[in-house]
């Protein structure tokens, strides 16, 4: 299982209309924020800064970017897990 939805079929998720009207977040970082909750299956989310790139079509550096400010503003938790392993990340 990789976590793709089975063909025609889309994900929807639910963002607080106060997230949306939020100053401080840009567009692309809602869209980041958006594909969070996506692939969190309950647990949290386990893409890697590569799939949400490729995902958003943005580099990685400007995901990194998007998660630090999503950090900041205390909206998304990213919990380190080792090396070699993708971080957990979890919506706030």
Same mark, same amino acid.
């Given at each position: 299982?990789?976590?793709?939805?089975?063909?025609?079929?889309?994900?929807?998720? /639910?963002?607080?209309?106060?997230?949306?009207?939020?100053?401080?977040?840009?567009?692309?970082?809602?869209?980041?924020?958006? #594909?969070?909750?996506?692939?969190?299956?309950?647990?949290?989310?386990?893409?890697?800064?590569?799939?949400?790139? /490729?995902? #958003?079509?943005?580099?990685?550096?400007?995901?990194?970017?998007?998660? /630090?400010?999503?950090?900041?503003?205390?909206?998304?938790?990213?919990?380190?897990?080792?090396?070699?392993?993708?971080?957990?990340?979890?919506?706030?």
């Amino acid at each position: 299982m990789t976590g793709e939805p089975a063909s025609g079929m889309r994900h929807s998720v /639910r963002i607080d209309s106060k997230l949306l009207n939020h100053s401080g977040i840009s567009g692309g970082e809602l869209r980041l924020y958006a #594909l969070i909750l996506k692939w969190d299956r309950g647990n949290g989310c386990f893409a890697g800064e590569d799939r949400l790139a /490729r995902d #958003l079509g943005k580099s990685v550096r400007t995901v990194q970017r998007y998660l /630090r400010n999503l950090k900041s503003l205390g909206l998304v938790k990213i919990q380190q897990r080792g090396r070699g392993s993708t971080a957990v990340l979890r919506c706030l």
